[in-house]
């Protein structure tokens, strides 16, 4: 085997290594730099479609002034190092005790007296992420937070990094020994893919996460986070949920309204509870045992029903069947037989699907679409899907797609379904 797995060597002279130590786009950096000025001038705090412009052409000012070798080093060494010490750092409570007093300047001495760690290593994890902005340093070995790292307080938000690093990336790091192994064939089997390989087990993800605690809750907690900040589908502006679902219900109370399969600990159907509390009938979350076994707090007009969504669907005729970020974890032979599930238990003419999901456009999908679907593959032999995707994957199921919705590009749409 040769440094690549393959064997493929560059055809021709080999490049002069020089290329490497220039910027990798000098000729650019003028434009880029007076789109930010010019963005930056007319930027308001509401304004979040001019902050995300202004975002990703600040990056795409760093990586035009990188030099390729400044760039390897930051993937390899610095991004790497990061995840590792914001990691131990959620692990051992240490942006608790930064945020403290309002996240006042603290010795790294001190913090790590705090958390019980050695000095030296806090110091050195703390120099890394200072290094990298994630801390500010206000003196020598003395430290205060920023926003980003005061946010490591909150649980929805923190899950990512242990959850990610103890329990999954394991899978992306060896995915190319586990490509060489199969001849760089798409992974299509959810029970023998990356993280199968480099986790020596045969669970499918859920369940690889739920037999190693404490990763099972804590991605449950970081779905939670996923979401935030994010348009959801039932804002006005999105779906309109009054006229699609609410007139045409069935107002009983005891029809079911909207079912939330798969829905985790319930943040989903609780923030719909919250926007709509006159929903008509019952609004019921299923998920597997564990995972309910989870739920904190969530208003008693919930029902909260263990369902293995691959096994008979109990709630039928409901008005609306909701799935959010379930199809993806699925290949299609998978999501076709779950699909099958709600299809049987739908009511001819009244009954919808909502699928709230990435559809992803032709050209320009956004890096978090992106890289979600990096993962979906590398742990779930899965995928985020296309428009043409989703519409053959549904045709196959029976179903037909009332209307696409969809707000922006990057946000998750609502494919709405009835039976074909
Ligand atoms: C990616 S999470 C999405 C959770 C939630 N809908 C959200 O968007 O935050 C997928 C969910 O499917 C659940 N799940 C996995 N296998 C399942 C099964 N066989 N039956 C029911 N739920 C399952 C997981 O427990 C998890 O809560």
């Known amino acids: 085997m040769s440094a690549q797995g393959n064997g493929i060597t560059l055809k021709g002279a080999p490049l002069d290594p020089s290329i490497a130590l220039k910027p990798c786009d000098y000729e650019s950096v003028g434009a880029h730099a007076e789109k930010i000025s010019k963005l930056a001038s007319s930027i308001s705090p509401e304004d979040d479609k001019t902050r995300l412009e202004l975002a990703e052409t600040a990056r795409k000012l760093v990586r035009a002034l990188e030099t390729p070798r400044e760039t390897m080093i930051k993937h390899c060494w610095a991004q790497t190092a990061t995840m590792a010490a914001l990691t131990v750092g959620v692990d051992m409570g240490l942006f608790n005790i930064m945020a403290e007093d309002g996240g006042k300047s603290k010795k790294s001495a001190d913090l790590a007296k705090a958390v019980g760690a050695d000095p030296t290593l806090v110091a050195r994890l703390l120099r890394h992420l200072g290094a990298m902005g994630y801390v500010e340093e206000t003196d020598v070995d003395e430290y205060k937070p920023t926003n980003f790292t005061k946010s490591l307080t909150i649980p929805i938000i923190y899950a990512g990094y242990p959850v990610l690093s103890g329990g999954l990336l394991s899978a992306n790091n060896l995915f190319h020994e586990y490509l060489r192994q199969n001849g760089y064939k798409t992974p299509t089997d959810l029970s023998d893919g990356a993280l199968q390989y480099a986790y020596k087990t045969k669970n499918n993800m859920f369940e690889h996460l739920q037999a190693n605690q404490p990763y099972g809750d ?203």
Not at 281 to 303: A, F
Not at 383 to 392: A, F, K, S, V
Request: glycine fraction near 8%.
């Open 218 to 420: 804590l991605f449950n907690l970081h779905m939670g986070g996923y979401h935030q900040g994010r348009a959801s589908w039932m804002d006005a502006g999105f779906f309109p949920v009054q006229e699609r679902l609410i007139d045409g219900a069935d107002k009983s109370s005891s029809s079911p309204f909207l079912v939330d399969i798969g829905g985790s600990i319930g943040h989903d159907i609780q923030e719909f509870l919250h926007k709509y509390p006159s929903a008509p009938g019952r609004l019921v979350l299923q998920d597997l045992q564990p995972v309910l076994d989870k739920i904190t707090t969530l208003d008693s007009r919930i029902e909260v029903m263990t369902h293995n969504f691959l096994q008979e669907q109990p709630i039928k005729g409901s008005r609306a069947y909701y799935m959010h970020s379930v199809l993806h974890d699925w290949p299609d032979v998978e999501a076709l037989k779950i699909l099958a599930r709600v299809k049987e238990a739908m009511k001819p003419g009244y009954s919808k699907v909502l699928i709230n999901e990435n559809v992803i456009p032709p050209r320009n999908a956004t890096w978090e679409a992106t890289g979600l679907d990096i993962l979906m593959m590398t742990l779930l032999a899965s995928r985020e899907r296309t428009e043409q995707d989703w519409r053959h994957l549904l045709g196959e199921a029976g179903l037909k797609i009332t209307k696409i919705w969809t707000v922006a590009n990057g946000v998750e749409s609502l494919i709405e379904c009835e039976l074909a």
